[in-house]
């Protein structure tokens, strides 16, 4: 779906420069058109010349180039493209772009730019913790900027923590996700991370969407989950001020401003992808897992022929919810889960809590004459402990919104 897209990827100054070099390969492989902008401080990481060499295109680094302005101009450079990309982004960069700086060739690319932007954040941990990176990453949040990664690990300066850079492929399936989806409406009531909102302090984890399970390298086993429930209810609570990951599945909905997307494709992915994120206060797993996977997925696309057709066996996936509902040293405070069924919707959703052993299960009536998958409204029964609470029927903003609301209202108990 790359396939004759534009992407203006913008280089900072930080070591994970290198991997962007890849990352360009990877677009490039996929028939993106990337031109590339690299801070005074990206050429000291890598060259100009090794990006322009895979770019295929002039690269462009100066602001007063009387060439670069003739031919190209810095408006036309930040129009010509479909998504500005930002990897590697350093702090400087990000605390730049809050500011609404226009210093060099890159900012005022990205202050002239009427397109979305995608940032891959990296740096020193405490650099990242620092108060005033994050007040600078809720204020790209609340104009609509989406960001992938960073992720946890052993960072380039030696020190174990979140700041690593997400892997090229991770940018490259974000770039997917934004691509596909319809421009998100920046506002603040669609997100952003509300500086001081009650859930302030508190991270969250959410699952959205649905997992492929690959057959063979062009062929999967998906479901009809849209994401829009999921993707709703991190937008709630990054609106409310939890600092917010978002895992999810390929949807064709715009990741949340304010929220870090981490974007896979398996369960298998997904699982590793929420351990990665914990320690988390909440977990809400609205992701439809699929139940199953292929047990040996063919290296090659299976060939119709005189045999018939083949025989797929199918082993179990690992149970998600149950797993970081059941996580020894650090299970969420408070973990909820979603039952989708069809029918027995209350009872089911009742077993379903005492076997995963999560605090809430919303259930939620799947039958495809409810119209929940795929659609815009949701009737959920929220079954915590022995009570049952019937809501009627909502749009799936408003169950997300309610959710957050009642989560928030849990945190402020004593
Ligand atoms: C070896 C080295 C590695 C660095 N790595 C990072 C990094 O990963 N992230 C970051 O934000 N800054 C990093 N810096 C600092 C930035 O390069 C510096 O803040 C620079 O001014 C950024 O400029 P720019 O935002 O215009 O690219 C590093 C500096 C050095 C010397």
Redesign the pocket.
Known sequence: MLHGRRVLLIL?????AYKSLDLIRRLRERGVAVRAVM????THFVTPLAVAALCEDKVYTDLWSLTDESEMGHIRLSREADLVVVA?A????IARMAAGLAD?LATTVLLASDKRVLIAP??NLV?WAHPATQANLATLASRGVVRVGPGSGELACGEIGSGRMAEPAEIVTAIEQVLQAPPALPSRASGGGEVGGRLAGRRALVTSGPTREPIDPVRYISNHSSGKQGHAIAAALAGLGADTVLVSGPTQEPPPPGVQLVPIETAAEMLTACEAALPVDIAVMAAAVADWRVESVAGHKLKKDAKGPPMLRLAENPDILATIAQRANDRPRLVIGFAAETEDIVENARAKRARKRCDWILANDVSPSSGTFGGDRNTIHLVEGGTVEHWPVMTKKEVAARLAQRISEYFDRP
Do not use: E, F, N, R
């Open positions: 900072s100054g930080g070591i994970a801070t005074a401080a990206a590697p350093s702090a400087d960069l060099d990296t740096m650099m």
